[in-house]
T-cell receptor, first 119, second 114 residues
């Protein structure tokens, strides 16, 4: 059972280009979370998705950032017109179908991350 | 708004020492608290999860405690080894976030010398 797979591991973009980060959750997991780790900062929540639904995007910047988790295929975090301040490590995590009553046991499994560098 | 603080930010110890990493959080309304390990350039590995109703969890040489009322957790590492060198992150799953987001501290970077 493969873990959470993120690709690419490293991504270099020039200012103004688009960045697409992909995340395949663990088999059987239907919940995906995206986090961003800026240099010298802790991980910050960005967005929480289930298949075909955005559940919580309270951590997403209002502009240029979007996320999706289609019925088929990986979750995609898309950054349009990248700027140098977008340079960071982006981590995806997944968890199995969540029962509210079992939230205390909810473990999020993390991928290895995508390191985005904007030149 | 939940905030998580980890002290110290960095720690260097010789091999074989027992050590304690500290984590504090401002809002005691949490579902659970997790300790993660992050190696340079790598992802996060979950070490221990303590549910809000629990006081501690143990795995091998690791022991984590939780005092929810005072907003504190400690990670105890016994007989440290060079392979324990990494950044250790504490994160809470907070009730007022509807259980969706982990709130992370900035981590403690541990260096164990042989």
């Amino acid at each position: 059972n493969a873990g959470v797979m993120q690709n690419p591991r490293h991504l270099v973009r020039r200012r103004g280009q688009e960045a697409r980060l992909r995340c395949s959750p663990m088999k059987g997991h239907s919940h995906v979370y995206w986090y961003r780790q800026l240099p010298e900062e802790g991980l910050k929540f960005m967005v929480y998705l289930q298949k075909e639904n955005i559940i919580d995007e309270s951590g997403m910047p209002k502009e240029r950032f979007s996320a999706e988790f289609p019925k088929e295929g990986p979750s995609i975090l898309r950054i349009q017109q990248v700027v140098r301040g977008d340079s960071a490590a982006y981590f995806c995590a997944s968890s199995p179908l969540r029962d509210t009553l079992l939230l205390a046991k909810n473990i999020q499994y993390f991928g290895a991350g995508t390191r985005l560098s904007v030149l | 708004k939940q905030e998580v603080t980890q002290i110290p930010a960095a720690l260097s110890v010789p091999e074989g020492e027992n050590l304690v990493l500290n984590c504090s959080f401002t809002d005691s309304a949490i579902y659970n608290l997790q300790w993660f390990r992050q190696d340079p350039g790598k992802g996060l590995t979950s070490l221990l999860l303590i549910q809000s109703s629990q006081r501690e969890q143990t795995s091998g040489r690791l022991n984590a405690s939780l005092d929810k009322s005072s907003g504190r957790s400690t990670l105890y590492i016994a007989a440290s080894q060079p392979g324990d060198s990494a950044t250790y992150l504490c994160a809470v799953l907070t009730v007022d976030q509807a259980g969706t987001a982990l709130i992370f501290g900035k981590g403690t970077t541990l260096s164990v010398s042989s």
